[in-house]
Each structure stands twice: as structure tokens, then as C-alpha cells.
């Protein structure tokens, strides 16, 4: 059968292969055998015709059930027989989501297609909930929103879509694992461009941006191609998609350009030919609303109405999972049992213990437990993100949408000074900013005035637009927000990300697709090598003990105080001399369990009321009190010139002076600063030097016309300036001898 007739007879199904491959050489013959025996060869392919018998079969393959077998023959008429298959080195694991369903046929045939082509899966279990990462290759999912994903990038693992299976197995070669990761930050993952009537430096632009981003480029129009980029409809490449109806998108370059320049996938409506909205309509048209339902469930820090669950149908979430609940979250023990018993039909278990728990759900970020459980790795967010997931009854990582994560007591710092207001977003996109900007610790207003600080807008036509321009407030879109709240740090507005606003777009449509900055957060709140207090101690605990050593340090007490050492569960503790440095006390084991040990009580005589101390030597507090004590005449002395007309004099004033203080009480820790203290004092004193006033200016008017010209005034001048040195001489000598003019 040649070349022609195998290609008609996959297009008719007549031949209908399957999948066991192997090594592709362009200079073997290539053998065909279908089940029935028909026996169907081509001699002598060159390579371009071996690609494209290849992609014929492989395309076949991924529209109908495989049952043909490759085999190779070699040119003499022997037969070659390759064990090492295109997966043979890899070992998958599949993530069930919502698009790659585990009971779906499409599913299993990709899962077959693997393990023919020798691929190994790590785990047959239909929903695995922990991946073996030690065990895996390639992680095969159509999200990245799954338990193990951050885990996975950070053991170098492959995460790809399950489009990389049958691009690998239609090129016959690993395809690369990038262009088909499920990163959003790849948000041209999925994209293939191909460029019509284009410039070849925007041609060169445009490809490197894509290919940066996660897309591929193809040179010609293909069924794989998603994008071409045109300016006009008349090219060839323009009138083959309409030829053949590809389902291809035909946009200006426009697009990208806004795309990359906001880091985000915009929409490509108003960009699409032959009639490009951006183009046809003007700048002052409204611009249509675009619709989101990303935001649902995900709007607010704090739940705003109960789980809506469907216990039927309610999935193993949690299975084989610990979760806490923490205390912070201030809910109704009624309320707290309802969610252990939804845990538990999640097959998942409650504990109070932050150190057996793989899940820990909080309200803030400032708790002993946030701070131990995100050290270890373990899954941290809020109870939103525990309605969400009983609600929609799927798995969701709390990074992925800001408000799941656990929040800040006290806000973003500096973002307090702003006042926000929103315009052009609506729905839950505008409920979504509403909070995020409360929850950054900025305040938000509904109406603007002339003392709000930033405008939030979706796109510059409304009157708050118009309105900021003309009161100088700070117009930017929705990133500068979410992106300040994700990073933890104000954003500057320099960056051309948050000032600018596409054409005939509606920035709403892109709210909710940033996600937490992992590094950020733990920079702020639990930096790796920071010396913590114990975690088993709560918060509460640790501030009063902290108020307490503040307490005692500001009271100077002496160091012999009496503390007892009877009372059960307390650390008898040396005493320590002045030159000694005190050690860190430590807590006690008993048993293998460790724990803190209680609070020791300060017993001082003559007083009826016991002050509780803490563990440790107080030498080093009663040394720093003295010093101050002996800095106090210094102080007082500071204080006193800052209310003085002038300033502060630096070095301090004289004996002789009459604003001098004796410093003969003070105390002197060596010979040496009473020697020194001394030969100053006998020096002569430097007197304050008495601030000038400001001069005087005095004008003379005269109609004197003497001097017309320039050379006549240069003249009159050097003659005054004579007889004024003269007469300064005269008082000089007058006042020298006494002779003065009555």
C-alpha cells in the first residue's frame, strides 16, 4: 500500500492502530499490521514523509480505540525489535479534577495510552489523596490547584496537562513539559500561535513573549493552532481557517501586547477580525460588563452564610487527614461540632494538637500554631476555605484565592493611611475588593471625596474617573491590591501594570486569578531559622510573660530577692553573681514529655502582695537600672537645653556658666572619667554664641539724574566709598583716645 492509500484508509478508518511505539528512524521501512493480518508497507520514506504517516497514525489514535501494532523492518529485510518505548522511563501519577475525571472514558484512555507505551503508575488508586513524590516523574492534571502541587515544584517534578500525552506521542518524542504546565503564571499555557501578515520584528516579539509564557509556535496552519495573528483577513493563512472552519481564533497583535503587558489573558473579543471592536467603536462608548464566577465562595474573609452540603454526594476531602480547629476562629461549640461531624463524613479526623494535625484551619496569622504549622509544610487556611470545600465538594489549595488564607491582625503596614473606592466592578468582584481592602487594613468608602486616597476601576469611563482626575487621586485596576495583599508589601504605582487600562476592556473579568506569594508571607510571619518561643504555649501566654520581665525590669528590684523553690512544678534556680552571665532556663522533662515549667513567685519582705517573676537571674536588669539611675542627672540636663531658645548646645554646659548643673554627685565607673571630667572643667568655658537678627533692609528713593550714564555712577561710588573709609578712620582714632565731638 503506498503512501496515498494509507493515508486515505486512516481517514476512512479502515486501518485503526494502536499504540505501542518505539524509536523512529527515517531511514527504516515502516510496517503497518492491522488485526485481520493486512499487511501494508511503504519503501524508502523520506523523512518529511515518515512525519507525516506518523502524525496520520497518531491522530487516528486519539479519535478512535487503539488496536494496531508499530514494528520496524530494516532495509535488508530483517526485522529490528526496539524494547525501549516512548515512556519507559517514566513513572505518572494521574490528580482527579473536575476535567479529568477518574470514571471517564477519555481518562482511562489516556491512562492506557501511558502504561502501553511503558509508562509505570506509581498509584492505581482510583483518587489517590497523597502523591509519592519519591516515586513519580511526571504529575499528569488539568489544575494546578491540588494538595501536592507546591510540593512538586519544589522537588523539580513535571506537572503537565494531559495534553502533553498525545503531543508527545504525536511527535514521537517527549514533548517539553512547559508548554503544557498547569502554572497560571504560564497564562498562555495551552496557546499555539501562528503569525500571518506580520512584520518579522513583531513576528520575533510576539513568539518570544508567548514562548516565555507557556504557549508554542507553529509556522503553518495547523488543527493544533488556537491564534493567528494578522492584520487584515486577506492573507492565506486568514482564508485556510475559513476555508476548512478551523476553530481557530484570528486576532491583532494588539492583544498580546495588552496581555503581556498586564501579565494576564485578557479576552479576545474586541481584538478578533474582520471586525475588531477596538478599532470600530469609539473611546467614550460604554464598555459591556464581563460576567465572573470565579469569586463564589471565595469573596470574604470571614463566612458570610453557612455550607450548603450534600452529605449523598459528599466526597472523602479530608481522607486519611488530622484537621484543627483553632480557637481564634471564635466559633459556637454547637457550630464546632457540626464541622467535626461534616470532617468525619469527610473521613477525615479532628485533634486539638497542631503537631498531629496536617491541616490546621485559623482566622489569623499571628498564633503560635500558624507559625509551627507553616514551618512544616503542613495545609494552613481559614473557614471560608472549609466552606468552600464542603460547598463545592472538590479539593482547593488556601493560596489560591487570597481571602482563604488566614488573615493579619493588624494589616498590610502602611496601608492604614489609604482610603479606597471602587468603580466599575460589580457583583461579587466588587464584594470580593470590598473586603480585600479591609482585610489589607485600608478603609474603603462607596462615595468618593477629594480626601480618598486611591480609585480602584475596571476601566477609566465612569464619573469616579473623571472625578479623579480632577482631584489628583491615585487611578489604578484591581492588581495593585491584590498583588500588595498576595506579596505583603505596598506596590509602587510607577509599575505600568497598575495604570494601565486596555481599550475596549473590562478589567473585572481578570479579578481573583492572583494567588498568595508563599516566600513573602514567610518572610513576614515565619522567617525558617527564627528563634520562637515554644509552640506549645499559646500567644496569650507568651505576651503576659513578655509584660511581666518589662514590668520588673522598669522596677529596679534588688537581686537577693527570695524565690521559693518547694512549690510543685517549680525550677529551683541558682543564684548568679554580677560578673556572670545568666543561662536561658529550660524546660523540664518528665516522662519524654516536655513541658514549661510554672511561673516562679517573687516573696519580698515587707510587702503583703506576691509579684510574680520570671525564670533567671535578674544581675544584668539591676546593672542597666543603676546605669540608668547614674544617667539621670545627663538626662535631665538634655531635657532642659531642648526647651532653651537655640537648641541643644552639644557638649554640655560649663561650671561658670549660669545654667551649669554641678555634676560633682554623679557616679564615675573608673579613675580615668574623673580625670579627664576635671580637665575640662578647668579649661576656659566657651560661652553660647547669641543668635543674630535678621538684617534690616532700608531703600532710598531720589530723583537725582546725575547718573545717566554708567561710567559718571562708577565714579560718584568710589569717591563715597573714599569718604566713608575716612570717616571711619576718624571714629576709630577718636574712640582710641578719648576725643569725642560734643
Known amino acids: 500500500m503506498r503512501l496515498p492509500e494509507l493515508s486515505k484508509a486512516i481517514d476512512r478508518g479502515l486501518v485503526n492502530p494502536v499504540a505501542t511505539s518505539a524509536i523512529w528512524y527515517p531511514e527504516a521501512t515502516l510496517g503497518l499490521t492491522d488485526l485481520e493480518g493486512v499487511s501494508v508497507a511503504e519503501q524508502g520514506l ?56 477518574w470514571h471517564d ?14 509508562a509505570h503508575e506509581a498509584s492505581d488508586e482510583a483518587e489517590p489523596r497523597k502523591i509519592a513524590l519519591d516515586d513519580v516523574t511526571h504529575i499528569i492534571s488539568a489544575t494546578s490547584d491540588f494538595p501536592d502541587y507546591d510540593a512538586a515544584i519544589d522537588t523539580l517534578k513535571s506537572v503537565v496537562k494531559p495534553e502533553w500525552v498525545t503531543a508527545s506521542i504525536a ?21 499555539v500561535l501562528c ?17 516565555a509564557t507557556g504557549g508554542l509556535y507553529s509556522s503553518s496552519v495547523t488543527k493544533m493552532v488556537t491564534h493567528i495573528v494578522a492584520l487584515t483577513m486577506d492573507h492565506e493563512k486568514c482564508q485556510t481557517v475559513l476555508k476548512k472552519d478551523l476553530k481557530c481564533k484570528i486576532v491583532l497583535p494588539h492583544w498580546f501586547d495588552d496581555c503581556l ?11 478578533m477580525l474582520p471586525d475588531p471592536e477596538i478599532l470600530r467603536k469609539k473611546s467614550h462608548d460604554p464598555i459591556v460588563d464581563t460576567k465572573k464566577v470565579d469569586m463564589q465562595g471565595a469573596t470574604s474573609a470571614q463566612p458570610m452564610e453557612p455550607p450548603r452540603v450534600d452529605l449523598r454526594n459528599l466526597r472523602d476531602i479530608f481522607r486519611g487527614q488530622k484537621v484543627m480547629l483553632h480557637h481564634d476562629l471564635k466559633i459556637s461549640s454547637h457550630l464546632r461540632g457540626t464541622l467535626e461531624d461534616l470532617i468525619g463524613q469527610a473521613l477525615g479526623t479532628t485533634t486539638g494538637s497542631v503537631h498531629k494535625a496536617e491541616i490546621l484551619v485559623c482566622f489569623y496569622r499571628e498564633s503560635a500554631e500558624y507559625r509551627t504549622a507553616s514551618r512544616a509544610g503542613k495545609v494552613v487556611g481559614n473557614l471560608t476555605w472549609l466552606y468552600y470545600l464542603f460547598t463545592y465538594n472538590t479539593w482547593t489549595s488556601p493560596t489560591r484565592r487570597l481571602l482563604h488564607y488566614p488573615i493579619s491582625r493588624y494589616g498590610l503596614p502602611g496601608f492604614n493611611e489609604f482610603r479606597i473606592s471602587l468603580s466599575n466592578y460589580n457583583g461579587e468582584a466588587r464584594v470580593y475588593l470590598e473586603n480585600l481592602a479591609t482585610a489589607a487594613g485600608g478603609s474603603f468608602t462607596k462615595t468618593m471625596k477629594e480626601d480618598n486616597t486611591h480609585l480602584i476601576t475596571a476601566h477609566q469611563h465612569s464619573e469616579k474617573c473623571d472625578a479623579a482626575r480632577e482631584w489628583n487621586i491615585n487611578m489604578v485596576n484591581h492588581l495593585w491590591l491584590e498583588e500588595s495583599y498576595a506579596k505583603w508589601q505596598i506596590q509602587t504605582l510607577s509599575n505600568p501594570r497598575y495604570t494601565y487600562f486596555p481599550p475596549r476592556t473590562n478589567l473585572s473579568g481578570i479579578v481573583g486569578q492572583t494567588q498568595i506569594d508563599r516566600q513573602a508571607v514567610e518572610r513576614h510571619f515565619f522567617p525558617q531559622g527564627s528563634l520562637d ?26 537581686g537577693n530577692s527570695r524565690i521559693p523553690t518547694s512549690s510543685p512544678g517549680i525550677m529551683p534556680h541558682r543564684t548568679h553573681s554580677d560578673n556572670e552571665t545568666p543561662r536561658a532556663s529550660k524546660l523540664q522533662k518528665s516522662n519524654g514529655v516536655l513541658r514549661t515549667p510554672a511561673a516562679a513567685r ?12 520570671t525564670t533567671g ?38 561650671k561658670i556658666s549660669e545654667d551649669a548643673v554641678s555634676n560633682d554627685s554623679r557616679k564615675r565607673s573608673s579613675s580615668k572619667d574623673e580625670e579627664a571630667v576635671t580637665d575640662g572643667d578647668a579649661r576656659d568655658a566657651k560661652r553660647a554664641k547669641k543668635s543674630r537678627q535678621p538684617p534690616a533692609m532700608r531703600l532710598l528713593l531720589t530723583g537725582y539724574k546725575g547718573w545717566s550714564t554708567t561710567k559718571k555712577e562708577a565714579e560718584d561710588k568710589v569717591k563715597l566709598i573714599s569718604v566713608i573709609a575716612i570717616y571711619l578712620s576718624l571714629t576709630i582714632i577718636r574712640a582710641d583716645y578719648g576725643i569725642w565731638e560734643s
Open 171 to 191: 511527535k514521537g518524542r517527549l514533548a517539553n513539559p512547559r508548554s503544557y504546565s498547569p502554572d497560571p503564571r504560564l497564562f498562555f499555557s495551552g496557546l
Open 602 to 613: 517573687l516573696v519580698i519582705d515587707g510587702k503583703e502582695n506576691e509579684t510574680p517573676s
Open 105 to 118: 472514558e477519555r481518562t482511562q484512555a489516556l491512562r492506557q495510552a501511558l502504561i502501553d507505551n511503558g
Open 195 to 211: 503569525c500571518a501578515d506580520i512584520p518579522e520584528g513583531d513576528k520575533d516579539a510576539i513568539m518570544g513573549g508567548v514562548l
Open 617 to 654: 537571674s535578674r544581675g544584668a536588669k539591676n546593672r542597666a537600672a543603676a546605669k540608668l539611675h547614674d544617667q539621670a542627672a545627663d538626662i535631665a540636663l538634655y531635657e532642659k537645653e531642648r526647651k532653651r531658645v537655640g537648641g541643644v548646645i552639644f557638649g554640655g554646659r560649663r
Open 46 to 101: 523520506s523523512a518529511a514523509e515518515t512525519i507525516h504517516v506518523k502524525n496520520k497514525v497518531w491522530n487516528s489514535l486519539v479519535a478512535r480505540p487503539p488496536s494496531l501494532k508499530f514494528t520496524f523492518a530494516t532495509m535488508d529485510g530483517g526485522e529490528e525489535a526496539h524494547e525501549q518505548l516512548l515512556f519507559s522511563q517514566i513513572s505518572f501519577q494521574l490528580v482527579h479534577s473536575d476535567q479529568l475525571n
Open 261 to 271: 503587558r498586564i501579565g494576564k489573558r485578557l479576552d479576545e473579543d474586541p481584538y
Open 533 to 558: 518561643e515554644s509552640d506549645d504555649v499559646d500567644a496569650r501566654q507568651l505576651n503576659a510573660r513578655r509584660l511581666q520581665e518589662l514590668d520588673l525590669q522598669n522596677s529596679g528590684l534588688p
